[in-house]
């Protein structure tokens, strides 16, 4: 069964850091171009960084690009998304998905299975 799981979510201050996992079962991590995505309360989904298959090119939006890092453990099926100097505007629920072609893209039609998704909370 293909499946993504995120973990690592919580509550953090403002200035901190946070690393979120994406377990996925059922294919490897480097055979699909995986993305996280992250959705605030009365906001649409909003792409936060993209991880390609194959030779592991990542992507992130201007917005998004000096703070946040995404990386992959092909062993261990994972996608993580580290996240530093946290504002409280990054509160939101975070959640990665596996796009089913293609490279990367932060559009989420694009990407066919997605994970429950973790919450983050900047607050002091």
């Known amino acids: 069964q293909v499946q993504l799981v995120e973990s690592g979510g919580g509550l953090v201050q403002p200035g901190g850091s946070l690393r979120l996992s994406c377990a996925a079962s059922g294919f490897t991590v480097d055979s699909y171009t995986i993305a996280w995505f992250r959705q605030a309360p009365g906001k649409e989904r909003e792409g936060v960084s993209c991880?390609?298959?194959?030779?592991?090119?990542?992507y992130y939006p201007d917005s998004m690009k000096g703070r946040f890092t995404i990386s992959r453990d092909n062993v261990n099926y994972t996608v993580y998304l580290q996240m530093n100097s946290l504002k409280p505007e990054d509160t939101a629920v975070y959640y990665c998905?596996?796009?089913?072609?293609?490279?990367?893209?932060?559009?989420?039609?694009?990407?066919?299975?997605w994970g429950q998704g973790t919450q983050v909370t900047v607050s002091s």
């Open positions: 991880i390609r298959s194959g030779n592991g090119g990542t």
């Open positions: 998905a596996k796009r089913s072609l293609g490279g990367c893209s932060l559009r989420p039609l694009y990407f066919d299975v």
